[in-house]
């Protein structure tokens, strides 16, 4: 009973002895900016992880130029292995102990979502979310320090189904889907899309982002007679599910999400289920043959090269590198947009007033924007096809802004 | 006997001191990462009673981490009755009702010891995450459910991680005496004699099913409490916030704390954070080393080096940091005893 007692004692002086604090400061200082990320590099969507790789290459670039008005950018990605509860402690431990500006680039739907909240109530900007949901451009109003980047998964969808309802005859669709916000969102894209044809969806699967493998999911769709399979899976599922279509030897015209699409992905899979397969596109694919003597190819490739860190030859073809240039190219632009002495607001104001045309790392003709109440920044993307082992963009560059 | 009792109590006071003090010496970051080591800290005394006292290993304590974690989600988010709970009182609920449920899991180890048992426990591991997958609407799915981040209450002048830090370590100082106080009494010594000779065990009058179903019981607590901490301290759980692998890392850190050792605990409950979390650090030391060029952030990196982190430390301390600590202090300690 004593030993309680002085337990309780103690415990009680301890916590009221507690002293303050002085509160942070954010991430600037006269020769640096900070900023931070949360991103896969373990795990079953590790291969994504690139993403944080191509943007820290990057940004040692701008900084061998000088940087944002003289600041050097340190970025800090720090590895959540597609897992939203790490992604939560690294998120705090980006505001907390690495001081930054801002959150930028996290990837992963589930776990953006996760961090939305804390960041919003701490006022720190989480910007140009590396997940297409469209909450995240959507929910504005309750949660104003957060914005997103690729096109919303919710039109991605869309585009898919009118193009099914245009250019397919008598069409039978099986969905294979995450059974998360990801994958629902593209799934209710698609269902707009179909419109009065809505029917022709025959069947839809869910798995869980935590499963081993989709094949028998795959299995199951394959079962529906379906003609057309729609893959809105991610990372290994999108690699287990053509594998399973191949292995089945289903020939159903397969879409593939965007954020799944990416070159290095599809040319390891069997290319009888792969050929012909259809997607979107924003990005330029450093393995599309059609920029092999692109300016913006050559260029990403040179900063690969240079400041990449253990960098491969594959990774100079791998579309994820691309996309987080892409990204942190819009990112010094924010900055610059910012001012000469950026704070967390004048970040967010920069970041809800783009109009930014000539990235180099997206199509030609693509201008990233964005208003205080219209916060899609990319929104404009070209249909592309897969066949003899490389992407082939087709028709013209179409919009994907909601509503 | 009494001078060894004095010899505890003020090692205890010491550590209850530099518990208090220590804040005053390190960034809020760093109090908020010595927090989650007092959850690890407080999920390993359960478990040394249930694996080190009482004998019966369980590989599935993580399971019981999120019974706690999830109960404290669930009553401060969806409430009772409409009516959420201040995150603070759904600490002894979550503790409670995870004690319970290892009260049901203790009946059949009754049945089952050594492998089978661990077996039993593992599968409860494996199964239990994919409950709120199953549920929801109520448990959040795979999405998870976010809470309010930790506010001091009552107006306390202090941060939120301070807050975490003391709240976390006064819970886990209570719980360290009362399970201090529990294995040195009679408890302790029919555990022990359970774990070392069931048939003469129960030969000299200690009632098996009591005691077997009391340890997984009360370990389940212990660990029914860190979950819940946790799930405050990290605003959200989901299934993956209480993987497979934490029930594995748990009997690591009883492995490395020492099976015996109650305060050596604080050491496992400390590799394991460090590990998890600062591996990348690791690399970087490793990379002193001449010939060697590890990229921390390459895939697998850190993985590879928890693994051998984790086999230089067996190798070297294969009593853990209680055994360790036993044998720098024991020839003081025992002069101590046999005076008295």
């Given at each position: 009973?004593?030993?309680?007692?002085?337990?309780?004692?103690?415990?009680?002086?301890?916590?009221?002895?507690?002293?303050?604090?002085?509160?942070?400061?954010?991430?600037?200082?006269?020769?640096?900016?900070?900023?931070?990320?949360?991103?896969?590099?373990?795990?079953?969507?590790?291969?994504?992880?690139?993403?944080?790789?191509?943007?820290?290459?990057?940004?040692?670039?701008?900084?061998?130029?000088?940087?944002?008005?003289?600041?050097?950018?340190?970025?800090?990605?720090?590895?959540?292995?597609?897992?939203?509860?790490?992604?939560?402690?690294?998120?705090?431990?980006?505001?907390?102990?690495?001081?930054?500006?801002?959150?930028?680039?996290?990837?992963?739907?589930?776990?953006?979502?996760?961090?939305?909240?804390?960041?919003?109530?701490?006022?720190?900007?989480?910007?140009?979310?590396?997940?297409?949901?469209?909450?995240?451009?959507?929910?504005?109003?309750?949660?104003?320090?957060?914005?997103?980047?690729?096109?919303?998964?919710?039109?991605?969808?869309?585009?898919?189904?009118?193009?099914?309802?245009?250019?397919?005859?008598?069409?039978?669709?099986?969905?294979?889907?995450?059974?998360?916000?990801?994958?629902?969102?593209?799934?209710?894209?698609?269902?707009?899309?179909?419109?009065?044809?809505?029917?022709?969806?025959?069947a839809s699967v869910g798995y869980d982002p935590t499963?081993?493998?989709?094949?028998?999911?795959?299995?199951?769709?394959?079962?529906?007679?379906?003609?057309?399979?729609m893959v809105f899976a991610f990372g290994k599922f999108?690699?287990?599910?053509?594998?399973?279509?191949?292995?089945?030897?289903?020939?159903?015209?397969?879409?593939?999400?965007?954020?799944?699409?990416?070159?290095?992905?599809?040319?390891?899979?069997?290319?009888?289920?792969?050929?012909?397969?259809?997607?979107?596109?924003?990005?330029?694919?450093?393995?599309?043959?059609?920029?092999?003597?692109?300016?913006?190819?050559?260029?990403?490739?040179?900063?690969?090269?240079?400041?990449?860190?253990?960098?491969?030859?594959?990774?100079?073809?791998?579309?994820?590198?691309?996309?987080?240039?892409?990204?942190?190219?819009?990112?010094?632009?924010?900055?610059?947009?910012?001012?000469?002495?950026?704070?967390?607001?004048?970040?967010?104001?920069?970041?809800?007033?783009?109009?930014?045309?000539?990235?180099?790392?997206?199509?030609?003709?693509?201008?990233?924007?964005?208003?205080?109440?219209?916060?899609?920044?990319?929104?404009?993307?070209?249909?592309?096809?897969?066949?003899?082992?490389?992407?082939?963009?087709?028709?013209?560059?179409?919009?994907?802004?909601?509503? | 006997?009494?001078?060894?009792?004095?010899?505890?109590?003020?090692?205890?006071?010491?550590?209850?001191?530099?518990?208090?003090?220590?804040?005053?010496?390190?960034?809020d970051f760093r109090a908020r990462e010595l927090a989650?080591?007092?959850?690890?800290?407080?999920?390993?005394?359960?478990?040394?009673?249930?694996?080190?006292?009482?004998?019966?290993?369980?590989?599935?304590?993580?399971?019981?981490?999120?019974?706690?974690?999830?109960?404290?989600?669930?009553?401060?988010?969806?409430?009772?009755?409409?009516?959420?709970?201040?995150?603070?009182?759904?600490?002894?609920?979550?503790?409670?009702?995870?004690?319970?449920?290892?009260?049901?899991?203790?009946?059949?180890?009754?049945?089952?010891?050594?492998?089978?048992?661990?077996?039993?426990?593992?599968?409860?591991?494996?199964?239990?995450?994919?409950?709120?997958?199953?549920?929801?609407?109520?448990?959040?799915?795979?999405?998870?459910?976010?809470?309010?981040?930790?506010?001091?209450?009552?107006?306390?002048?202090?941060?939120?991680?301070?807050?975490?830090?003391?709240?976390?370590?006064?819970?886990?100082?209570?719980?360290?005496?009362?399970?201090?106080?529990?294995?040195?009494?009679?408890?302790?010594?029919?555990?022990?004699?359970?774990?070392?000779?069931?048939?003469?065990?129960?030969?000299?009058?200690?009632?098996?099913?009591?005691?077997?179903?009391?340890?997984?019981?009360?370990?389940?607590?212990?660990?029914?409490?860190?979950?819940?901490?946790?799930?405050?301290?990290?605003?959200?759980?989901?299934?993956?916030?209480?993987?497979?692998?934490?029930?594995?890392?748990?009997?690591?850190?009883?492995?490395?704390?020492?099976?015996?050792?109650?305060?050596?605990?604080?050491?496992?409950?400390?590799?394991?954070?460090?590990?998890?979390?600062?591996?990348?650090?690791?690399?970087?030391?490793?990379?002193?080393?001449?010939?060697?060029?590890?990229?921390?952030?390459?895939?697998?990196?850190?993985?590879?080096?928890?693994?051998?982190?984790?086999?230089?430390?067996?190798?070297?301390?294969?009593?853990?940091?209680?055994?360790?600590?036993?044998?720098?202090?024991?020839?003081?300690?025992?002069?101590?005893?046999?005076?008295?």
């Amino acid at each position: 009973m004593r030993v309680i007692f002085v337990c309780a004692v103690v415990a009680a002086v301890a916590v009221t002895s507690a002293g303050a604090r002085p509160v942070a400061t954010p991430g600037v200082s006269a020769t640096e900016i900070r900023l931070g990320s949360s991103v896969p590099l373990s795990g079953e969507a590790a291969i994504a992880g690139n993403v944080a790789r191509g943007i820290a290459a990057y940004f040692k670039y701008v900084n061998d130029k000088g940087g944002v008005f003289g600041r050097k950018i340190t970025f800090t990605y720090l590895d959540d292995g597609y897992d939203p509860g790490r992604a939560v402690n690294n998120t705090i431990r980006l505001i907390q102990q690495e001081q930054v500006l801002a959150v930028f680039s996290s990837l992963g739907t589930s776990n953006n979502l996760a961090v939305r909240k804390l960041l919003n109530d701490a006022k720190v900007p989480q910007l140009y979310v590396a997940s297409g949901a469209t909450t995240f451009g959507r929910d504005y109003k309750k949660y104003p320090w957060t914005l997103g980047y690729i096109p919303p998964y919710s039109e991605e969808g869309e585009l898919y189904g009118r193009y099914v309802v245009k250019n397919i005859k008598k069409p039978k669709i099986a969905v294979l889907y995450q059974n998360d916000d990801y994958g629902r969102d593209l799934l209710g894209g698609l269902k707009r899309g179909l419109g009065s044809k809505v029917k022709s969806i025959v069947a839809s699967v869910g798995y869980d982002p935590t499963s081993a493998d989709v094949q028998p999911q795959v299995t199951q769709l394959k079962a529906s007679k379906a003609n057309v399979l729609m893959v809105f899976a991610f990372g290994k599922f999108s690699l287990q599910a053509f594998n399973a279509v191949s292995r089945l030897a289903w020939k159903p015209q397969i879409f593939v999400n965007d954020v799944s699409s990416a070159s290095a992905l599809m040319a390891i899979v069997p290319q009888s289920a792969a050929n012909g397969a259809i997607s979107i596109v924003f990005g330029k694919d450093p393995a599309a043959p059609l920029w092999r003597n692109d300016k913006g190819i050559k260029l990403f490739q040179s900063i690969l090269r240079k400041y990449g860190s253990s960098v491969n030859s594959r990774d100079l073809q791998d579309g994820y590198f691309t996309a987080g240039m892409a990204t942190a190219y819009t990112m010094v632009d924010t900055l610059k947009k910012a001012g000469k002495n950026p704070t967390r607001q004048s970040v967010m104001n920069a970041a809800t007033h783009l109009d930014e045309k000539g990235n180099p790392f997206v199509l030609p003709g693509i201008v990233i924007h964005t208003t205080p109440s219209s916060r899609f920044p990319l929104t404009q993307v070209r249909l592309q096809r897969w066949s003899a082992n490389a992407w082939h963009p087709f028709g013209k560059l179409i919009t994907a802004r909601p509503g | 006997m009494r001078s060894r009792l004095w010899l505890e109590l003020s090692g205890f006071t010491l550590l209850a001191l530099a518990v208090a003090a220590l804040p005053r010496f390190i960034s809020d970051f760093r109090a908020r990462e010595l927090a989650i080591v007092g959850m690890y800290f407080i999920a390993l005394i359960g478990l040394s009673i249930l694996t080190g006292y009482s004998g019966q290993i369980s590989l599935g304590h993580g399971a019981f981490m999120a019974i706690g974690g999830y109960t404290t989600a669930v009553l401060s988010v969806n409430g009772v009755y409409g009516h959420q709970i201040r995150d603070l009182w759904t600490i002894p609920i979550a503790g409670v009702i995870a004690g319970l449920a290892g009260l049901l899991v203790g009946v059949p180890a009754l049945r089952l010891s050594g492998l089978y048992l661990a077996l039993i426990t593992f599968g409860i591991a494996v199964s239990f995450p994919q409950l709120p997958k199953k549920f929801d609407h109520f448990l959040g799915g795979t999405t998870g459910k976010i809470l309010d981040l930790a506010k001091p209450p009552f107006g306390l002048a202090t941060t939120p991680n301070n807050w975490m830090y003391y709240l976390t370590w006064g819970i886990a100082l209570v719980l360290l005496g009362a399970a201090w106080l529990l294995v040195r009494g009679k408890t302790g010594r029919a555990l022990k004699a359970i774990r070392d000779s069931e048939v003469a065990a129960a030969s000299s009058g200690v009632k098996l099913a009591t005691y077997k179903t009391l340890a997984f019981g009360i370990s389940a607590f212990y660990a029914g409490v860190a979950g819940s901490l946790y799930a405050i301290a990290n605003a959200y759980v989901n299934p993956d916030v209480f993987p497979i692998i934490l029930s594995v890392y748990l009997v690591v850190g009883l492995a490395v704390g020492g099976l015996e050792s109650l305060v050596g605990l604080i050491a496992g409950a400390g590799l394991i954070y460090f590990l998890q979390n600062h591996a990348d650090t690791v690399a970087r030391w490793i990379n002193q080393l001449p010939a060697l060029n590890l990229d921390p952030k390459q895939p697998g990196i850190p993985s590879m080096i928890f693994g051998v982190v984790l086999i230089v430390v067996m190798l070297l301390l294969p009593t853990g940091a209680g055994g360790v600590a036993r044998r720098l202090f024991g020839s003081l300690t025992t002069r101590f005893y046999t005076r008295s």
